[in-house]
């Protein structure tokens, strides 16, 4: 009999209070409104970060695309007056006897774009990028450095050794970045499939 006077008095007392219900039913709601508002929050930030990792993609695609093509134009412009300038040292010449004229950067697409380098996902092909720039930017120090010599061979001879070991050096120079270029491209092609359209 008590257990039933018990349950009696609950209800009438407590379930038949408007405030206690109202303040049950106001937590129950709130549990359900913030279990339902974090799911739909954290689906949301799923998504920003999958779609930030694809326009992060998209832009390193972009960033090497435009690089392989500012060295397939460099290559072009370059490439037979280069080989026929470093001929000269395959005919028994010591040292090259004539300069080539270096005034302009030649590399906009990479300095523009030196930020991006470094988050090219494939490390080889980001140390390849940054080795042939760096070899590119040596090879027109080394123009600079021979004509330097050259002047200065036109007064004084003894310059003589200098000159040959600059032309050796631009020849190697020259040899690296044209191994670095084929490189280059065989890993663009075999991560972004063919590149030259």
């Known amino acids: ?28 709601g709130a549990i359900i409104a913030s279990i339902v508002t974090y799911r739909a929050t954290k689906q949301a930030h799923e998504n920003n970060i ?18 392989v093509e500012e060295l397939n134009v460099l290559n072009e412009i370059y490439s037979d007056q280069m080989n026929d300038y470093f001929k000269q040292l395959e ?25 991006k380098i470094g988050s090219i996902s494939n490390k080889e092909l980001r140390n390849l990028i940054v080795k042939i720039y760096v070899y590119f930017k040596r090879l ?23 000159l ?19 490189l280059i491209i065989a890993k663009t092609n075999e991560i972004y499939g063919e590149t030259n359209d």
């Not at 009438?12 to 408007?18: G, M, S």
């Not at 027109?140 to 200098?162: R, T």
């Open 91 to 115: 005919l028994d010449i010591d040292y090259l006897n004539s300069y080539y004229i270096v005034t302009q950067d030649f590399f906009t697409v990479f300095t523009n774009n030196s930020d």
């Open 140 to 162: 027109l120090e080394d123009f600079n450095l021979l004509k330097l010599y050259l002047d200065e061979l036109e007064n004084k001879k003894a310059v003589l050794n200098e």
């Open 50 to 67: 999958e779609l930030e990792k694809l326009k992060e993609k998209e832009t390193e695609k972009a960033v090497v695309l435009s690089i």
């Open 1 to 28: 009999m008590k257990c039933i006077e018990l349950i009696k008095l609950f209800y009438e007392e407590i379930l038949c209070n408007q405030v206690v219900l109202s303040l049950i039913s106001g937590f129950v």
């Open 164 to 182: 040959r070991a600059v032309s050796w050096s631009m020849k190697h120079t020259y040899d690296k970045i044209k191994s670095l270029y084929n």
